[in-house]
């Protein structure tokens, strides 16, 4: 308390005495979250979220989509440019026989030549990779309907995901009361939806059994997990994907912290009528898991040695999915609850971005410093040939 009485006025809005956090860039003094992002700070807000975005960008695998644009770029590339006259081997002749969708990024980076690898690695470099993929607008990050719109322009807007349909009330399903601890355990899941939704760019249903392994890994309340606070719940995320457990989903600590503001404008939608946000991203976490279990179905059918390893999917996805209705059934009756932990969970966002952006600015400056030395290390040689005069 006497810390929060003798904190500075905040630069973007008008309470006193709420400046708790300084921003490393500019050094101007916030509150939350929302002053952190405000129209007058987006100097430095912007390019933090940018950073995250581009660097998360270079960090992905590509899919079987991303692979066939970078085949059909080359292509291009190559139509435009003349062949030598000694003969160089055409492209379509050096991937013939390889199945772009099926192989490996490996296979087909050894049949690019030496210029091809060094032009495209330019190209990843430069902002123009953006082009490629057309970056998906989380549908909780979208603006509300507007009130005028060009009647024949499609709209740009991302539709909510519908609710699931005949979920049960919470009475019938905990008739002996539910836990306290439910909302910290969606707090949980939710954080691993939005972690999945923006790595698959909006088509987790499209790859669902891919999707439906990163939430397991990351989410520990889609097992057995239990959290008794939101800052652990997100933490618990944050610790998996920076250990082995989700480590093959990291992509950068800024990366995975710019996710936490996510679950803020989630819970906030939890006010939202008729269909609170939380439920539409159960519900959506719902549909994922169904499409896995189907595709789990099918595989159990037609293969031989991994019908066992199938099968127990299936009844994963299965366990997962009643799960996930009992969660909405909750959210559906105490949906108000999640908006109590809104606070500790914008606290949270603000404390993980300026530590992060610190750790940015103290590792900036260090490496200004070795620069220096290397660059005076290269100014003054160790040998030097004394003069026989």
């Not at 002749?93 to 980076?109: L, Y």
Request: proline residues 3%.
């Amino acid at each position: 308390m006497e810390a929060a009485q003798v904190a500075d006025d905040c630069k973007f809005c008008t309470e006193k005495g709420t400046g708790r956090y300084t921003c490393p860039r500019c050094n101007a003094r916030y509150c939350s979250v929302e002053c952190y992002k405000a129209t007058d700070h987006l100097s430095c807000s912007e390019l933090f979220y940018r950073d995250c975005f581009m660097e998360g960008l270079h960090t992905l695998q590509p899919d079987s989509s991303q692979r066939t644009k970078l085949m059909e770029m080359l292509r291009r590339q190559e139509m435009d440019s003349e062949l030598d006259d000694d003969g160089a081997d055409d492209l379509t002749e050096r991937f013939a026989g390889v199945n772009i969708d099926g192989c490996s990024t490996e296979v087909i980076w050894q049949r690019l030549t030496d210029s091809e690898r060094a032009e495209f690695e330019q190209f990843v470099k430069s902002d123009e990779v953006c082009g490629l993929v057309e970056l998906w607008m989380p549908w909780w990050c979208a603006s509300s309907q507007t009130l005028v719109e060009e009647i024949g322009k499609e709209s740009s807007r991302t539709n909510v995901p519908a609710a699931l349909a005949h979920v049960q009330p919470i009475q019938q399903l905990a008739k002996c009361g539910s836990s306290n601890l439910i909302p910290f355990s969606i707090i949980n899941v939710l954080y691993a939806y939005a972690y999945m939704a923006r790595l698959y760019n909006g088509d987790q249903l499209a790859m669902a059994s891919e999707s439906v392994t990163v939430m397991l890994d990351i989410s520990e309340s889609l097992g057995r997990g239990v959290f008794s606070d939101a800052s652990l719940a997100v933490g618990g995320c944050l610790t998996r994907l920076e250990s082995s457990v989700a480590g093959a989903n990291f992509i950068s600590r800024e990366y995975s912290v710019s996710v936490v503001d996510d679950v803020c404008k989630i819970v906030a939608g939890a006010a939202r009528m008729p269909l609170p946000y939380p439920v539409a991203a159960l519900s959506d976490c719902h549909c994922v898991f169904h499409a896995a279990r189907k595709e789990a179905v099918r595989e159990r059918k037609k293969s031989g040695g991994s019908e066992k390893l199938a099968d127990e999917d299936r009844k994963r996805y299965y366990m997962v999915e009643k799960k996930l209705e009992y969660l909405m059934s909750w959210v559906s009756s105490h949906g108000d609850t999640l908006l109590d932990l809104l606070p500790a969970l914008e606290l949270e966002s603000c404390e993980l971005t300026t530590q992060l952006a610190v750790h940015r600015s103290e590792q900036a400056s260090v490496e200004e410093v070795i620069k220096q030395k290397k660059s005076a290390i290269k100014q003054n040689p160790l040998i030097e040939e004394i003069s026989s005069s």
